[in-house]
T-cell receptor
Framework: AQTVTQSQPEMSVQEAETVTLSCTYD???????LFWYKQPPSRQMILVIR??????QNATENRFSVNFQKAAKSFSLKISDSQLGDTAMYFC????????????FGKGTKLSVKP | DVKVTQSSRYLVKRTGEKVFLECVQD?????MFWYRQDPGLGLRLIYF???????EKGDIPEGYSVSREKKERFSLILESASTNQTSMYLC????????????????FGPGTRLTVL
């Protein structure tokens, strides 16, 4: 069975510093996609960043970047220059190419950015 | 921008009531999903639909049913609400074809916080 594990239930970081959220997954598929979603206290879940498994280059979106280690099945999210608005639940998610779009989610990491 | 709306942000019902949660998306997405979110458990898939009138069970379908009569609307039904169904319910939609940058990305509604007394 495919699983996604986020080993850090809660984390905190000082404003302007860098923080890394961990995610590991388990699959035997070769064609798959990985996502990080953010859910602020207002509850609207939004996509932060996505990574296609066939791409070797790590995805980057402004202050957000990933460290995708395919062999280790690791997909960590790095947030640089943390801002108060980054305070949220972060969910790692996985889907494979033939899955009809079903996402498998980790249990989430609650990130608090402190002033 | 994709917009996914849910009929209520907060809902309070009594045990045994029939409850309808409605979800509407405006981007012509084929796939729609219902999740429940509980602290420490993440998101768990209840049902999903990949076409009108089609439905598939997710990981926790017991006590729930769904209806998709139109492409843009996906309803979650609690036939007889119970206290253990008190939760946050999230609806999502996605485009399943590998022809654009949002392939397999799920777009979420704001959620419905359901309390069953």
């Amino acid at each position: 069975a495919q699983t996604v594990t986020q080993s850090q239930p809660e984390m905190s970081v000082q404003e302007a510093e860098t923080v890394t959220l961990s995610c590991t997954y388990d699959t035997s598929e070769n064609n798959y996609y990985l996502f990080w979603y953010k859910q602020p206290p207002s509850r609207q879940m939004i996509l932060v960043i996505r990574q296609e498994a066939y791409k070797q280059q790590n995805a980057t979106e402004n202050r957000f970047s990933v460290n995708f280690q395919k062999a280790a099945k690791s997909f960590s999210l790095k947030i640089s220059d943390s801002q108060l608005g980054d305070t949220a639940m972060y969910f790692c998610a996985f889907t494979h190419g033939g899955s009809q779009g079903n996402l498998i989610f980790g249990k989430g990491t609650k990130l608090s950015v402190k002033p | 921008d994709v917009k996914v709306t849910q009929s209520s942000r907060y809902l309070v019902k009594r045990t045994g009531e029939k409850v309808f949660l409605e979800c509407v998306q405006d981007m012509d997405h084929e796939n729609m999903f219902w999740y429940r979110q509980d602290p420490g458990l993440g998101l768990r898939l209840i049902y999903f639909s990949y076409d009108v009138k089609m439905k598939e069970k997710g990981d926790i379908p017991e006590g729930y049913s769904v209806s998709r009569e139109k492409k843009e609307r996906f309803s979650l039904i609690l036939e007889s609400a119970s206290t253990n169904q008190t939760s946050m319910y999230l609806c999502a939609s996605s485009f399943p074809y590998q022809t654009g940058p949002t392939y397999n990305e799920q777009f979420f509604g704001p959620g419905t916080r359901l309390t069953v007394l």
